[in-house]
């Protein structure tokens, strides 16, 4: 079998790890909910799912957050606060300069917001070397939604085994594998790197 003319990047737990717990204190101390309301508001409101499907712009977003939150601050402040959260994977960071190096075409392909992006793409030089960006708040769904799937498709002209898929979430995994794409469950660095050898 050929090799794949792509190798596709989840973003959050894949690249950068992110963690809402970090947000949480800095949101709270400028909020009137108590910091177990926030700790609900972010785990458990539907707001994040509807922002990062495109629903709601990032000022409504942050109005609706800021009414289910109290929060007392500008839209800058809890913009900052809501976005970094971010650090940096180093070993998968080195394992797609790998790739680079060698010629291989890469893409990002990740459920986000645009708050998150700009941050992470201010913050990490690294995010600025793929060929392509898929990003669910853009596409208007989320994974597993099909619609992400074929919005990679016809973004970089590759369908099935062309492409080499790397995720985190089983669910996500298995539609692309469903479609057809070569893909590795990411669990580890080592892991990952280990299976990506076989296809590349």
Known sequence: MSQPSIVVFDLGKVLVDFDYRIAIPRIAAHSTLPLAGIKTFFFHSHLLVDYESGRLT?????????????????????????????????????????????????????????LAIEHVRRSFPFFRDFDGYIFSYEVGAMKPDGKMYEALEKLTGRRGAEILYLDDRPENVAVGAARGWRTILHETPERTRAALEQFV
Do not use: W, Y
């Open 58 to 114: 990032r000022l409504e977003f942050f109005e609706q957050a800021r009414k289910a939150t109290g929060f007392r601050g500008t839209m800058e402040e809890f913009s900052e606060f809501f976005a970094d959260i971010f650090t940096p994977i180093p070993p998968m960071i080195e394992l797609h300069a790998g790739l680079r190096q060698r010629g291989v075409p890469t893409c990002i392909f990740s459920n986000t917001n645009d």
